[in-house]
């Protein structure tokens, strides 16, 4: 009984320790930057939906660049992480995304190798989700 | 020619109390049977209510395993030969999203729909496996069982 309690402690410790934080994944350690799954740069203006997110562990906090109406909008949010019933993922901007890293022969990967998803979990305010495919 | 002043007088007062009690009495029974009407009342639509859930939340059940048995072999990843049958199935969900999440006053019913109707597009998409599905089905299902729960204890409270 405690032979096998003490095995469950170990496996849950060493399932604890290889899962990564969802900061320090998109963090890349110090600090990483992700466009837009499709965003290709270019000298013009920018196009709708193209975005930069660079991801920074300390401080926590990702620098967003959006494209609005052909022009770069740059703000600076702060990072907060979270887990729960088994999901992680991280907080910023006023949403709670889940963070997945998803295989680069998923469509939307459009066949990027290090390619992550961004899921906003329900608020229960609203139906709609959205996500964000982000790859470096 | 004295002694009977008092008598007439407690004469008067009963005459006068009697007809009090009688409209106390009825007023009392009227309140009594009122009262009692509204609360069966309130225990009838909290009962038609139950059943109502019940049967949508058997809806949203058979449409979780609808999509859940399309890959007959269990297997990780959805292959080319499901998709017809499963695009078909998440249809359905849809539609049963659509006509019983807005009757449905369960937040975390609410939001486990949204989850598990997201995860089955991610599983059609190639981006979730089927453990992933499985287990916000599952959580979806847990979720409708502990909203019943919830009703029945709250229906049993007012019962009481």
Redesign the interface.
Known sequence: MIRSLLLSVAFAATASAYAQDPLSQLAGGVSQQWTVVGYTPSAGPCKAGDAIYTFQAKPAQVVVKQCEGGTWKTSTEAITTWSA??KTGVTFGGAKYEV?T??S????CKGSANCV?L?T??D?KT?A?RTIYLTH | MEPEAPKRRGWDLSKAVAPLLTVLGISVGAWQFSSQMSHESTLEFTRSLYNKKLQAYEEVGKAVGDLLAVPHDEQLWISATDTLAFDSCLERFRTCYWSV?PLVED?VV??SM??FK?MAR?YR????DYHDLA?EGM?LMNACNRSLEQHWQKKKQGEE
């Open positions: 019933g088994g997945k998803l295989p022969s998923a469509p939307a998803r899921l979990m329900p229960g139906d989700t | 999440l937040s609410v939001t949204i989850t997201d991610f998409r190639g981006e979730n287990r959580s």
